[in-house]
């Protein structure tokens, strides 16, 4: 079955980095395009990243351009967000999801998503 | 970027009765959007891809409709399972967005 672990997540003072990680099993990931998205406490959902099934193109918000980078290790079936540049804006519960069959590209459904971990930006 | 938005933000119905959330988008997304329930503590679980085709394994109380700009997400007929916030997604021009949500509760 599938299953997507994140980690990583913790507690970092503003302008710090974290790099958070999702193990993902149970489907063949370097087939598929993978996405983070952010849920901050109370708030509803916020679309972060995209990397195509290869690594060959990367997409982020605005609002971690620059500050953001996704990867994949498809050897390891991992995707990384690391984080850079962190601000209190950027606390959220962490999600890594799965694109659903029939998605290609930006046209995507998510069937699967990890549990989320959790992001805390404060002094 | 694509705004979505949802109403209400949120409902109390009893059990048995039938829920309506309705989603508009900014500009047409043709058909390209999603729902998903969120419980408490737990992630996103999709119910419906593509504004009316039912995710495998979904009851199917749950339905969806919609086009252009904008969609219909029912419960025909609420069940105490289904306490959540519901999220729209549009998929058609990136970024990807989400509606804010309708939280639904038991009166």
């Known amino acids: 079955q599938v299953q997507l672990v994140e980690s990583g997540g913790g507690v970092v003072q503003p302008g710090g980095s974290l790099r958070l990680s999702c193990a993902a099993s149970?489907?063949?990931?370097?087939?598929?395009?993978m996405h983070w998205v952010r849920q901050a406490p109370g708030k509803g959902l916020e679309w972060v990243a995209f990397i195509r099934y290869d690594g060959s193109n990367k997409y982020y918000a605005d609002s971690v351009k620059g500050r953001f980078t996704i990867s994949r290790d498809n050897s390891k079936n991992t995707l990384y967000l690391q984080m850079n540049s962190l601000r209190a804006e950027d606390t959220a519960v962490y999600y890594c999801a799965k694109p659903g069959a029939g998605s290609h590209g930006w046209k995507v459904h998510f069937d699967y998503w990890g549990q989320g971990t959790l992001v805390t930006v404060s002094s | 970027d694509i705004q979505m938005t949802q109403s209400p933000s949120s409902l109390s119905a009893s059990v048995g009765d039938r829920v309506t959330i309705t989603c508009q988008a900014s500009?047409?997304?043709?058909?390209?959007l999603n729902w998903y329930q969120q419980k408490p503590g737990k992630a996103p679980k999709l119910l419906i891809y593509?504004?009316?085709n039912l995710e495998t394994g979904v009851p199917s109380r749950f339905s969806g409709s919609g086009s252009g700009t904008d969609f219909t997400f029912t419960i025909s007929s609420l069940q105490p399972e289904d306490i959540a916030t519901y999220y729209c997604q549009q998929y058609d021009n990136p970024p990807i967005t989400f509606g804010p949500g309708t939280k639904v509760d038991i009166k």
């Open positions: 500009q047409d997304i043709s058909n390209y």
């Open positions: 593509d504004a009316s």
């Open positions: 149970g489907f063949t990931f370097s087939s598929y395009g």
